[in-house]
């Protein structure tokens, strides 16, 4: 999929859309579309970044490589891989900047490279390159030694080596150098981490083209494994791609989105640190990955979570937290990074969650529906697993009556949200098939009148008379994008009258043009500032409810119509503004994986 044109541009910041992913499954980086890595964390994705020009242009760092004359650029992955390729269209040539992490050997956790190839296609192009790193979010300092070839950046915590084939100057912080290339010819940055375990090594252009090969055949090698056939193929395969990246493969977790603080609403304060594992978005990627044929990502994630779920611990959200370290810890202090203005100036800049510690009940439901998929279609649940779910079950019964924060994570006080009476519902309901499918020991005579207290609790609580629809939380009339989840789950019918009648009010209140909004914060107040953009994992949560309602001409045009909204590689922000623009923490898991599951269903019912 190639990217539209784009000419020079003097403002600082990029648009979010206007960037490519590149990773090695441990950490990953973003690529810009005039060739500027802005944003990465070296050795993991919850590292403090190198490179964080995306949240302060002149303090964050950055990694300019591009043509030293007036150029357009397009934009692509090289087909179906995560290797990025940036195209320069001058009067004079036509280069390409060809950016890839190799993935080789996946679990040495010491070994990261970031290679840059640069190639002339066509005539003679004169390039530039700029590498300025700023380690500790722009707040630790470092030297730089020029070596043969190379230079070592080395600030207290991390060392790097930038090894280069074209000669390389310094000013004693930062290295850049200019030069040109004709037709056929070829030049090699790469960025390697360094400590005494891995001394410092070089890049040569053969070493860089085995390189290139190894990686495209590693991405190409796991994409085969892929079921998917249907009308969507490229995008379907794309958000597949995209999950994977977003996976730590040491440890099997997935993170929300690789950046954090990228803004809700430009100059709002809606920004927040994604880069952890939500449990609930991890169960929702473990779905969607099995959808598509990948078991082996759901059997590590399982390996993941069973760290958590086997612990007989009850901390004040119950015995799991909303979301971990991706390797596992539990302690994720939120703090705020005053020397960095954020993107487009939307302060703060934070680090870490303060989310962690809040109770949320949805997400026992969707950790133990992606257990129940993953016991029917990958492999059956040891015992040892199938004793905590039991556990996770019963902690449910007794808790499930208590408000919470909710899926949206609000901080404006609990309430008794529908939808986390829903998910400790599908909690209850999955683990009770698992028990009769497998004939495994379960106290049924309990789970089966909670379930059925929290269907009728639903039922009589979650429906507003006045607005004929289900709603946001008990004692309310607001309209909530999550109530979509209802039929989604088996909760309840999907052409059952009280249900499209929800869907109606839904459509007309909460969605424009296929983009829907969460809900009306002035209505429900959420104790946050600032306004925020509709939530493309709604959208497409939308796009599934009006397939199973069998409207499948209006789901069909609302789901092409999201996808006119992705960028220029088929990527997805978190949320997407009134203007069509990409907004919030950039790539989101939740939205690519929504995007997978309406994709397949829609498929389906096409026929």
């Given at each position: 999929m190639s990217g539209a044109t784009t000419g020079p541009t003097s403002a600082p910041y990029l648009p979010i859309a206007e960037h490519g992913l590149i990773g090695d499954l441990h950490t990953a980086a973003l690529v810009g579309t005039d060739g500027t890595i802005d944003w990465y964390c070296c050795p993991s994705f919850d590292s403090p970044s190198v490179f964080a020009a995306i949240l302060?242009?002149?303090?964050?760092?950055?990694?300019?490589?591009?043509?030293?004359?007036?150029?357009?650029?397009?934009?692509?992955?090289?087909?179906?891989?995560?290797?990025?390729?940036?195209?320069?269209?001058?009067?004079?040539?036509?280069?390409e900047v060809q950016d890839f992490m190799?993935?080789?050997?996946?679990?040495?956790?010491?070994?990261?490279?970031?290679?840059?190839?640069?190639?002339?296609?066509?005539?003679?192009?004169?390039?530039?390159?700029?590498?300025a790193p700023r380690f500790g979010y722009g707040a630790h300092p470092h030297t730089l030694r020029m070596l043969e070839g190379s230079a070592l950046f080395a600030s207290e915590a991390l060392s790097l080596t930038l090894t280069a084939t074209v000669p390389l100057e310094s000013?004693?912080?930062?290295?850049?150098?200019?030069?040109?290339?004709?037709?056929?010819?070829?030049?090699?940055?790469?960025?390697?981490?360094?400590s005494q375990e891995t001394p410092p090594r070089g890049c040569l252009l053969a070493e860089a083209e085995r390189e290139f090969t190894a990686t495209v055949a590693f991405w190409r090698r796991w994409l085969h494994h892929s079921r998917y056939r249907g009308r969507w193929r490229e995008m379907v395969h794309r958000s597949a791609l995209t999950l994977k990246l977003l996976t730590y493969v040491p440890t099997g977790a997935i993170v929300a989105a690789p950046t954090t603080s990228l803004p809700e609403q430009i100059g709002g304060g809606r920004n927040w640190d994604y880069r952890y594992a939500w449990v609930r978005?991890?169960?929702?990627?473990?779905?969607?990955?099995?959808?598509?044929?990948?078991?082996?990502?759901?059997?590590?994630f399982m390996g993941f979570l069973t760290q958590h779920i086997e612990r007989r611990d009850v901390g004040p959200s119950g015995p799991l937290q909303i979301m971990y370290g991706i390797d596992g810890r539990s302690e994720l202090p939120e703090t705020e990074l005053p020397h960095l203005e954020g993107y487009r100036g939307s302060a703060p800049v934070r680090v870490g969650n303060g989310a962690a510690t809040q109770l949320q009940l949805d997400i026992y439901g969707a950790l133990i529906d992606s257990v129940y998929l993953y016991d029917k279609?990958?492999?059956?649940?040891?015992?040892?697993?199938?004793?905590?779910?039991?556990?996770?079950?019963?902690?449910?019964?007794?808790?499930?009556?208590?408000?919470?924060?909710?899926?949206?994570?609000?901080?404006?006080?609990?309430?008794?949200?529908?939808?986390?009476?829903?998910?400790?519902?599908?909690?209850?309901?999955?683990?009770i098939r698992i028990a009769q499918h497998r004939s495994l020991p379960a106290e049924l005579g309990r789970w089966g009148p909670v379930r059925d207290a929290i269907y009728w609790r639903i039922m009589e609580k979650g429906w507003a008379?006045?607005?004929?629809?289900?709603?946001?939380?008990?004692?309310?009339?607001?309209?909530?994008?999550?109530?979509?989840?209802?039929?989604?789950?088996?909760?309840?019918?999907?052409?059952d009258p009280v249900w499209l009648s929800t869907l109606d009010a839904l459509g007309n209140e909460l969605v424009?043009?296929?983009?829907?909004?969460?809900?009306?914060?002035?209505?429900?107040?959420?104790?946050?500032?600032?306004?925020?953009?509709?939530?493309?994992?709604?959208?497409?949560w939308y796009v599934e409810a009006l397939t199973r309602a069998g409207r499948l001409d209006e789901a069909r045009l609302a789901f092409e119509k999201m996808l006119t909204y992705a960028n220029h590689v088929g990527l997805f922000a978190e949320e997407i503004s009134h203007t069509g623009e990409q907004l919030g923490n950039f790539p989101q898991a939740f939205t690519h994986l929504a995007l997978i599951s309406a994709a397949f269903n829609l498929d389906r019912a096409l026929g």
């Open positions: 302060d242009a002149d303090r964050g760092g950055t990694f300019e490589l591009s043509a030293a004359v007036p150029a357009d650029t397009k934009q692509f992955y090289f087909p179906d891989t995560n290797v990025l390729i940036t195209r320069f269209f001058t009067e004079d040539g036509l280069g190799p993935v080789a050997d996946s679990m040495q956790s010491d070994r990261h490279r970031l290679i840059r190839r640069v190639v002339c296609v066509r005539g003679t192009i004169p390039f530039r390159a700029r590498v000013d004693g912080k930062d290295v850049w150098t200019r030069f040109a290339l004709s037709q056929g010819e070829t030049a090699v940055f790469a960025l390697n981490r360094v978005d991890s169960a929702f990627a473990v779905y969607a990955l099995l959808r598509l044929g990948f078991a082996e990502e759901a059997e590590a279609w990958c492999q059956p649940l040891s015992s040892g697993r199938w004793r905590a779910v039991c556990a996770l079950v019963d902690w449910v019964c007794e808790h499930w009556d208590q408000p919470d924060e909710g899926v949206w994570e609000t901080r404006g006080g609990r309430k008794k949200f529908l939808y986390s009476r829903l998910m400790c519902w599908v909690a209850i309901d999955r683990a008379p006045s607005r004929q629809a289900f709603v946001q939380h008990e004692d309310g009339d607001v309209l909530d994008a999550a109530v979509l989840m209802m039929p989604l789950t088996k909760f309840i019918a999907p052409n424009s043009d296929s983009l829907v909004w969460r809900y009306d914060p002035e209505a429900s107040p959420d104790g946050l500032e600032g306004e925020e953009g509709t939530f493309s994992i709604c959208s497409f």
